[in-house]
């Protein structure tokens, strides 16, 4: 079946540049988390949503991070005025009902110019 | 002190042979554990949980959980060149988070 898809796949952005990623959730998982990947680092938990309610927000660097997830499915993360240091690789995953294994998505690589 | 402490290696062994990830952990109150195997571009993908003191085989892997002495260890059996990539320690807090280290870097040598 279908797993969890995002987009772009890639993003180059100019410093002060807003960026939109998407994340499409698999079918039927109520769970959907963010995160951000430096690299050579461990993935950095930035959200989570359970549903459409965004239950924990603490990772999220600053306030030019904003995410939601609407209708409790599809989820965009809106990164505003990018700086240099949000160049990094953006991961979505999300969990069935009841379960805490997470299914990653194949992330978006931004690049800040 | 980090929260989920690996060697970031690179770990090297020989096809064939046997590979120990280790895994420590500053939260006494953890309860659950999990590998992550990422290769090079890619996205983590779940190897194992566990969440009870003592083995979880699955296969050529075993996991390894101590809770007295907070680490976590992962062995690969019989480790093949397609193992070599970077191996992902995480726990579930009590809430929804899942803290990650930075990963351990497995080359196997054909």
């Known amino acids: 079946g279908a797993g969890v898809s995002q987009s772009p796949r890639y993003k180059v952005a100019k410093r002060g540049q807003d960026v939109a990623l998407r994340c499409d959730p698999i079918?039927?998982?109520?769970?959907l988390f963010w995160y951000q990947q430096a690299l050579g680092q461990g993935p950095e938990f930035l959200t989570y949503?359970?549903?459409?309610?965004?239950?924990?927000k603490s990772g999220l660097p600053s306030d030019r991070f904003f995410a939601e997830r609407p209708e409790g499915s599809v989820s965009t993360l809106k990164i505003q005025r990018t700086q240099q240091e949000d160049s990094a690789v953006y991961l979505c995953?999300?969990?069935?009902?009841?379960?805490?294994?997470?299914?990653f998505g194949p992330g978006t690589r931004l690049t800040v110019l | 002190q980090k929260e989920v402490e690996q060697n970031s290696g690179p770990l090297s062994v020989p096809e064939g042979a046997i590979a120990s990830l280790n895994c420590t952990y500053s939260?006494?109150?953890?309860?659950?554990f999990f590998w992550y195997r990422q290769y090079s571009g890619k996205s983590p993908e779940l190897i194992m949980f566990?969440?009870?003191?003592g083995d979880k085989e699955d296969g050529r892997f075993t996991a390894q959980l101590n809770k007295a002495s907070q680490y976590v260890s992962l062995l690969i059996r019989d480790s093949q060149p397609s193992d070599s990539a970077t191996y992902l320690c995480?726990?579930?807090?009590?809430?929804?988070?899942?803290?990650f280290g930075a990963g351990t870097r497995l080359f196997v040598k054909a």
């Open positions: 566990i969440y009870s003191n």
């Open positions: 995480a726990r579930l807090t009590g809430g929804f988070k899942t803290i």
């Open positions: 939260d006494r109150g953890s309860q659950s």
């Open positions: 079918s039927g998982h109520v769970s």
């Open positions: 995953a999300s969990s069935p009902p009841k379960a805490d294994t997470q299914y």
């Open positions: 949503f359970q549903n459409e309610a965004q239950l924990d």
